[in-house]
């Protein structure tokens, strides 16, 4: 990066600081602004749409961004790692970063839980994704090749209990002030639907609460805070702290997001979700509603 980037993105960024959400026209106005950086997170078919946000740039959560060396899917990869695939997508610690997804608000989530867990938080979600910026009449351009015209200097800063493992939910499970929300449908949790991954037991953690990640969705974009409040109050109860999980890691993200907007402050990941909890283990399993 150049001083005179550097210079540029600093002043862009000085002029603003998004939320954890932003609308279509948000970034319509500052996709051209120096230190505006969009990325794209969408994955499996939704990664067949051909066409992008001008400019954007690919976050592969399914490639580079997983850890390949675990069995796990979708497992946060090691900082240094994350670091260095950052740097390759040009992103820099003065950058405002804007993900998407096609399919509305899905992976993007994860994409920004996994910034947050790094300490980048100059990170926002697009309300809506792809779908709300071609329904907001702003223009696309087809899929390329290539990446960033210049490297970053994204620095990972982890972010400790951001993203959590199986002993820490076995403690929250048992914390009378955490509440453990799982984002899948209502069939996988009450265990009479198959998990479409082979080898997982049907069910739930014993004490964890439902909160199906559409629940907290209107037609492919969030809910507003005041509507998303009392969803997250039925969920939680007085309850303030939370672990969020799901079937591998992003969807639970969508759920993270959500409780930034209804106003929690203390949210954690479960990074191997079902996928991991859900294994032949000592680990607790339980269905019905």
Known sequence: MTAEHREAAAVAGAEYRPGPLVDAAWLADRLTTPGAVVLDASVGSHREAGRRIPGARRFDIEGAMSDHAVTLPHTMPQAEEFAAEMRALGVSGTDTVVVYDTAGIYSSARAWWMLRAMGFDRAAVLD??????????????????????????????????????????????????????????????????????????????????????????????????????????????????????????????????????????????????????????????????
Not at 206 to 217: D, T
Not at 236 to 243: E, I, Y
Request: charged fraction near 20%; glycine fraction near 14%.
């Open 128 to 289: 809506g994704g792809l779908p709300a910026w071609e329904a907001a009449g702003f223009p696309v351009e087809e899929l390329a090749p290539g990446g960033a015209e210049r490297a970053g200097d994204f620095t990972a800063r982890p972010r400790p209990g951001a993203l959590v493992g199986s002993d820490a939910v076995v403690e929250a499970l048992a914390d009378p002030q955490t509440a453990v929300l799982d984002a899948r449908s209502r069939e996988r949790f009450a265990g009479t639907a198959a998990e479409p991954r082979p080898g997982l037991r049907c069910g739930h953690m014993p004490g964890a609460v439902n909160l199906p990640f559409g629940a907290v969705q209107r037609d492919g974009r969030m809910l507003p805070a005041e509507e998303l409040r009392p969803v997250f109050d039925a969920a939680a109860g007085s309850r303030r702290r939370l672990v969020v999980s799901c079937g591998s890691g992003v969807t639970a993200c969508v759920l993270a997001l959500g409780a930034e907007l209804a106003g929690y402050a203390d949210v954690s990941v479960y990074d191997g979700s079902w996928s991991e909890w859900g294994l032949p283990s000592d680990l607790p399993v339980t269905t019905g509603p």
